[in-house]
């Protein structure tokens, strides 16, 4: 071909090659951005369902988590009740072989009364006598004083003891009854915890970072919901018909105004569902 054959292109045409690059490229920009929102909400449907299943256990790990506390803690009660009972146990002993010592002791003296030569020593020995009398019923006085501790303690040793075994009891219940519903669901949410793993990885940081900020402060853990009858799937307020295209336009994430989560439409919804 010769070179004077060649035409430039007319002003026309260049307008239009511009703009079908353009068309194109806003094209690839709405594919993007719906492909990132079926990512995050397919990842809030797989998440849901773990949710779900430990819903099921509903406050079964709390309450043996308490009871295991308290369990604990009247075990710790309990050995110092027994600790302070056997002290007081020994006093009592002690006081005892003291009362011995001193029977002893007067014995001793009387003995040594019969023989003494003089009323000096017989005066000495009757006061040493009356001292270790003293001493008895000193003794015999802190005996009883125990005695009756002993008594009132090892009552609240007895009714700790009950406390004890029962919520002992109702632990193991407790403990069975969580560990028959984990039995049941663990497969699956291990299974469904891979999923999610699996999911998170085809999302940016950035945009993984704020589903589970979002999830986290959210009570039903719902980060992405769908537009429903015009309202958000997550607070139920009603959502402007102008926002509605925006979110059915795919060209950017838009987040509901009133609750702060990221909003998908039917697309989206269905992309994933289709997948099920």
């Given at each position: ?54 819903v099921q256990r509903g406050e079964l790990p ?99 003891k009950g406390r004890h075994d029962e919520r ?65 799937g997550g607070c139920f307020n009603s959502i ?37």
């Amino acid at each position: 071909m010769a070179k004077s054959d060649v035409k430039a292109p007319t002003k026309e045409a260049k307008v239009t090659v511009d703009n079908n690059k353009a068309v194109g490229s806003a094209s690839k920009s709405e594919v993007t951005i719906a492909e990132k929102l079926v990512e995050l909400y397919r990842l809030q449907h797989i998440d849901s369902q773990v949710d779900k299943i430990r819903v099921q256990r509903g406050e079964l790990p709390l309450e043996v988590q308490d009871l295991e506390d308290e369990v604990a803690g009247l075990e710790t009660r309990m050995t110092k009740l027994q600790d302070e009972l056997a002290e007081m146990e020994t006093q009592v002993s002690d006081k005892q072989n003291l009362i011995k010592d001193a029977k002893a002791q007067i014995k001793k003296y009387e003995g040594q009364q019969a023989k003494v030569r003089n009323n000096r020593e017989y005066d000495s020995l009757t006061k040493e006598i009356e001292f270790q009398n003293l001493e008895i019923q000193l003794a015999e006085k802190r005996i009883k004083e125990a005695k009756a501790q002993i008594e009132a303690k090892k009552a609240v040793v007895d009714e700790s003891k009950g406390r004890h075994d029962e919520r002992k009891k109702d632990l193991d219940l407790k403990k069975k009854e969580l560990d028959d519903i984990v039995a049941e669901t663990e497969k699956e949410e291990k299974d469904l915890q891979k999923k999610s793993d699996s999911a998170a990885k085809h999302i940016e940081e950035r945009l993984l970072s704020a589903y589970n900020r979002i999830r986290s402060n959210a009570r039903n853990g719902l980060a992405v919901v769908p537009v429903e009858r015009g309202s958000c799937g997550g607070c139920f307020n009603s959502i402007p018909p102008q926002r509605q295209l925006d979110i059915s336009s795919h060209k950017k994430i838009i987040v509901c105004e009133h609750c702060g989560r990221i909003l998908v439409d039917d697309y989206v919804v269905e992309r994933v569902s289709g997948e099920k």
